[in-house]
């Protein structure tokens, strides 16, 4: 009698585990999805820059040895943010002139070392185009703090990138940033005012997607422990 109660009451939870074990299968599957769509797929036995088409310009993620471009303007008044548009074009455009027969990351940060006076004088020129005397800062350098961001349809984290940082006035203003080489400044390149708009949904869009893949991981983790404490 005990032996049968016993058996019945194995096959019970044997059951009750059924349900669970379908909603973890459908989780994972769904993380697998939203991770295709959402981070970036890494080549093994690549080197950094071998995802990258030179011919057509197509990228399909940040490489991992990249000069990255953010400029900081002085406010958000609409004529500092269009002055930030406007240094952001002309530094793209010299940048990518002067390290376009380049392949190797060394040779693209010799040159724009050696040009970062050219670099200055072209930012100088935009200001005095717009009647600014605002001070401002450009460098290259390493350590330079990005938040997170989506690029594309993939999202990169926030961390500390080698770029050419300008900082004009303040910097209190909105930013941009890209990527200057590989040359991928275009991808995010509308008119001016499409890019002024979208720049400031970006980050927190990129914010909201990572804590809904945490969530999921959450749910994950704790259906796992149910069937597993079953």
């Keep these: 009698m005990w032996e049968k109660v016993k058996h019945i009451f194995k096959e019970y939870k044997k059951n009750a585990k059924m349900p669970l074990y379908f909603i973890f299968i459908l989780s994972m599957f769904l993380m697998s999805w939203e991770a ?3 981070y970036p797929a890494y080549q093994a036995h690549s080197t950094p ?51 376009s027969d380049f392949e190797d990351l060394k040779q693209a940060r010799a040159e724009i070392e050696n040009r970062m006076p050219e670099l200055q004088t072209v930012i100088q020129n935009e200001l005095d185009k717009m009647n600014v005397s605002t001070p401002f800062n450009v460098s290259l350098k390493e350590g330079v703090d990005f ?7 993939r999202i990169y984290p926030a961390g500390e990138y080698e770029a050419v940082f300008v900082e004009i006035g303040d910097g209190l203003g909105d930013n941009w940033w890209c990527v200057l080489f590989p040359p991928l400044c275009f991808v995010d390149m509308g008119d001016s005012k499409e890019s002024a708009e979208s720049e400031n949904t970006d980050v927190p869009e990129s914010e909201e997607e990572v804590e809904v893949s945490f969530f999921v991981v959450e749910v994950v983790q704790s259906l796992w422990g149910k069937i597993t404490s079953a």
């Design 147 to 153: 938040p997170t961001k989506q690029y594309g349809k």
């Design 49 to 99: 820059l071998t995802s990258y088409n030179w011919a057509d310009g197509k990228e399909d993620y940040i490489p991992e040895e990249s000069i990255r471009l953010r400029i900081k303007s002085n406010s958000n008044s609409p004529a500092d943010q269009q002055l930030k548009l406007n240094i952001r074009n002309e530094v793209n455009r010299h940048v990518s002139t002067w390290t």
């Design 36 to 38: 295709h769509f959402f």
